[in-house]
C-alpha cells in the first residue's frame, strides 16, 4: 500500500486566513502550507481518497489527478474541513462509490447541501457500520467507531498482509473495541492537533474574545478536547503497537513544522505534512 498525505492541517489550515502568528507568517514567506485533512490509499490498481477537504482541487491538481481517478471516497464525518471537497466530483464522467454513516449521509446528501450532485449520479451512496468490513479493489476497510464531537468513524485497510490505520478527529479515549481492531498495525495515521492543553488554551482564548477572563475560565474548564494533543498520539501509537505512527491534523498553533519534526520525530513517530508518502 502506497499512502499520500494531501492535507496534514486542521479545520483552519497553516497559514491561516487572517492570522499573523509567527507560524502563520512563517509559512506564508516560505512557501509552506498544511491544507485540510486528506489522504489517498492506493495500490497498483486501486485508488482510494479519504475524506474531500476545501482543498482537494489544488492537491489533486498538484498531484495531475482528478475525481475520476478514485475507485472509492471514504468519509470519516461531516465536519467542514472533511466534506467540502465532495462538489469537485460533480461533472467528473464517473459515478463513484462513497462510504459514510447513515447520519452523515443524510446530513450531506440533503437538499440543503449536496443533494444535487445525485441528480448526476455522482456518487453510489454507501452506508457503513461499525466494525463490519467492505471491499474495495484488493482493500478490506473496517469503519472504526470513534469519540469526537460528533459521530465519526476510523478506518482499518488491509491488504497483502499489511494493515494501516485511520484515526482523525479523535478523543484521547480512544474505545477498546477499536484500540482491539488497530493492534499491530504497520502504519497508524492520526491525531496529533496541539503539543499541550495550555497551547488549546491559547487557541481558544483567541478564538473567544467576547468573554470576561471569569467566563473564559469557566467555559474552558467545561469544553472537550476533542482531537489528540501530540504525546497523546504517541501514547495510543504504544497503545495499539503500532510499527509507525503519523500525527496529522496539526494546528498552526502548535508551532513551526522544523521544531515539531525536531522535537518529535522517531523511528516509530513522525509529525506528518502535505506530501508525506509512506508504503507500507
Known sequence: MKITVLGSGDTRGTP???CFCPVCSWARENGFERRRFGLIVESESTRVLVDASPDLRSA???????????????????HFDHVAGLGEFSFSGKSVPLFARPAALKHLFSDAAYGYLQDFKTFQLKETKFGVSFQV??????????????????????????????????????????????????????DGWLESRDQFRTAMRFAVLHLTDAEFESEFSR???NHLLIPQAKALGRQAGAKKTVALHVSHAAGPHDALSKAHDSASFQIGFDGLTLTV
Do not use: C, Y
Not at 498538484?62 to 468519509?75: C, H, N, Q, S, T
Not at 476497510?141 to 465519526?152: A, K, N, Q
Open 137 to 190: 479493489g484488493p482493500f478490506k476497510i473496517t469503519p472504526l467507531e470513534v469519540d469526537h464531537s460528533i459521530e465519526t468513524q476510523g478506518f482499518l485497510v488491509e491488504a497483502e498482509g499489511r494493515k494501516v490505520g485511520v484515526l482523525t478527529d479523535t478523543r484521547a479515549n480512544v474505545l477498546p473495541s477499536t484500540l482491539a481492531a488497530l493492534e499491530g498495525v504497520d502504519l497508524l495515521l492520526t
Open 223 to 225: 469544553k472537550k478536547l
Open 60 to 78: 489533486l491538481l498538484e498531484r495531475g489527478l482528478a475525481p475520476k481517478d478514485f475507485d472509492a471516497v471514504l468519509l470519516s464525518h461531516e
Open 16 to 18: 491561516k486566513l487572517g
